[in-house]
C-alpha cells in the first residue's frame, strides 16, 4: 500500500516563503511521476506542479518563475519551493504520484496540508 505524507503548511505573509515535502513510504522511482496539486476554497483541484521520473517538471502558468518542485530519489521524498506567495495560493496542498500497470493508471494520494497566505 503506498503512503504520500505530506508536511511544511503553515501560515505565512504575502512574500513569504515555504517548502513543502511529500515523503513516500516506497520507491519514488517506481512512480511515472510525483505533483503537486491543490484547492482553494470554493475551487476545483487543480495541476501546480509535476515532475516525471526522467523527464522535465512543468508548472501551471500562475506559479511558474516563484515555485519549484524537486525530488530526492534517495530519501523518496518531493519538494515543493514556494516563493513570493500571494493570498491567492492559499488552499490545501495536495501530493500526488501515478503509475502505469498493464496501461491503467494508479494514482495515490497524499492528505493534504494546509497553506495559508496572509495579505
Known amino acids: 500500500q503506498v503512503q504520500l505524507v505530506e508536511s511544511g503548511g503553515g501560515l505565512v505573509q504575502a512574500g513569504g516563503s515555504l517548502r513543502l515535502s511529500c515523503a513516500a513510504s516506497?520507491?519514488?522511482?517506481?512512480?511515472?511521476?510525483m505533483g503537486w496539486y491543490r484547492q482553494g476554497p470554493g475551487k476545483q483541484r487543480e495541476l501546480v506542479a509535476v515532475?516525471?521520473?526522467?523527464?522535465?517538471?512543468n508548472y501551471a502558468d500562475s506559479v511558474k518563475g516563484r515555485f519549484t518542485i524537486s525530488r530526492d530519489n534517495a530519501k523518496n521524498t518531493v519538494y515543493l519551493k514556494m516563493s513570493s506567495l500571494k493570498p491567492e495560493d492559499t488552499a490545501v496542498y495536495y501530493c500526488?504520484?501515478?503509475?502505469?500497470?498493464?496501461?491503467?493508471?494508479?494514482?495515490?494520494w497524499g492528505q493534504g496540508t494546509q497553506v495559508t497566505v496572509s495579505s
Open positions: 500526488n504520484a501515478y503509475r502505469y500497470e498493464l496501461a491503467k493508471r494508479y494514482d495515490y
Open positions: 515532475i516525471p521520473r526522467g523527464g522535465s517538471t
Open positions: 516506497g520507491s519514488i522511482f517506481s512512480f511515472n511521476a
